[in-house]
């Protein structure tokens, strides 16, 4: 395996500040956060292809997300090693963070991510009390 790395994070990188929000493509939410708390591969998106595998991932021909790794780390979640990736997901974390090239006031944890990509709920929309939710919902 040689996994590689983006020299530098997208300008519409979905763990960046300046993504458009709610849009993750082919993604569920849930899924790209899973992907980081199970160290998972996640490939950047400007080099998705169709038909592409897991093994071109593995073989460093289409690279991890930089803002996934950066992401990760904001969140302090330290890549562990495993049956998918070995060490090298680790290794390319630690890489990231040693260059130290990212503003991480513009990477978004995996809170803020969260928050970000799942937009706001109805009741963040509109004022209900929660009386009339509870009603709404069956409750007396």
Not at 39 to 66: A, P, T, Y
Not at 74 to 103: C, P, Y
Request: proline content about 1%.
């Amino acid at each position: 395996m040689k996994l590689t790395v983006c020299k530098k994070i997208c300008k519409e990188c979905p763990f960046s500040t300046g993504s458009l929000r709610g849009w993750l493509g082919s993604h569920k939410l849930d899924d790209v956060l899973a992907s980081q708390q199970k160290s998972k591969l996640f490939s950047c998106h400007l080099q998705r292809q169709d038909g592409m595998s897991n093994n071109d991932i593995k073989s460093g021909k289409i690279q991890i997300c930089r803002g996934f790794l950066a992401s990760a780390s904001k969140s302090g979640i330290n890549f562990t090693v495993n049956a998918e990736n070995n060490s090298e997901l680790r290794e390319l974390q630690s890489l990231v963070e040693a260059e130290n090239r990212e503003d991480m006031n513009m990477i978004l944890s995996s809170q803020e991510f969260r928050e970000h990509h799942a937009g706001s709920t109805a009741t963040d929309k509109i004022p209900v009390s929660q009386a009339i939710i509870n009603k709404r919902r069956g409750y007396r």
